[in-house]
C-alpha cells in the first residue's frame, strides 16, 4: 500500500474534490446532462478533506505529530478565488488555514 505523509493526503483529497467538481462541470457543459457521479464524488471528497483538516489539527494538538501541519497555511491561498466575480464571499473562509503556520512556531514557543 501507498504510504503517504497525513498532509500529503489532505493535499491530495482537496485536489481530487476539485477536480471532481471541474470534471462535473464539463460534462454538464458538453452534454447538457446533470450526471450525480462526479458530482457525489466531489461532496464526498470536500467531506473527507474537512475530516482530514479536523484530524491532523487534533492530532497535533494531542501527540504533536504530523509535525509539518503548518505546510496546510497554503490553502488559505484559495480563498483569494472568493475576489473574482461570480464567487461567493463564503472562500474567504479559507483565509483561516494561513493560522496553520503559526504551527511551525509553536515548538520554539513551547522550548523558550
Known amino acids: 500500500m ?13 485536489g481530487l ?4 467538481v471541474i470534471l462535473h462541470n464539463a460534462f454538464y457543459g458538453i452534454f447538457n446532462k446533470e ?6 464524488l466531489a461532496i464526498g ?12 489539527t ?3 494538538l494531542r501527540k ?12 488559505g491561498l484559495f ?11 463564503g472562500l474567504f473562509g479559507f483565509f483561516g488555514f494561513f493560522g496553520f503556520f503559526g504551527a511551525r512556531d509553536w515548538k520554539r514557543l513551547k522550548n523558550n
Open 2 to 14: 501507498l504510504k503517504m505523509n497525513l498532509i500529503k493526503k489532505t493535499y491530495l483529497l482537496f
Open 64 to 75: 504533536r505529530e504530523p509535525k509539518d501541519l503548518w505546510k496546510l497555511g497554503w490553502l
Open 79 to 89: 480563498g483569494l478565488s472568493g475576489l473574482m466575480p461570480g464567487f461567493n464571499y
Open 45 to 56: 471528497l470536500f467531506f473527507a478533506f474537512v475530516i482530514s483538516v479536523i484530524y491532523n
Open 35 to 40: 450526471e450525480p457521479v462526479f458530482f457525489i
Open 17 to 20: 474534490a476539485i477536480a471532481s
Open 58 to 60: 487534533i492530532s497535533y
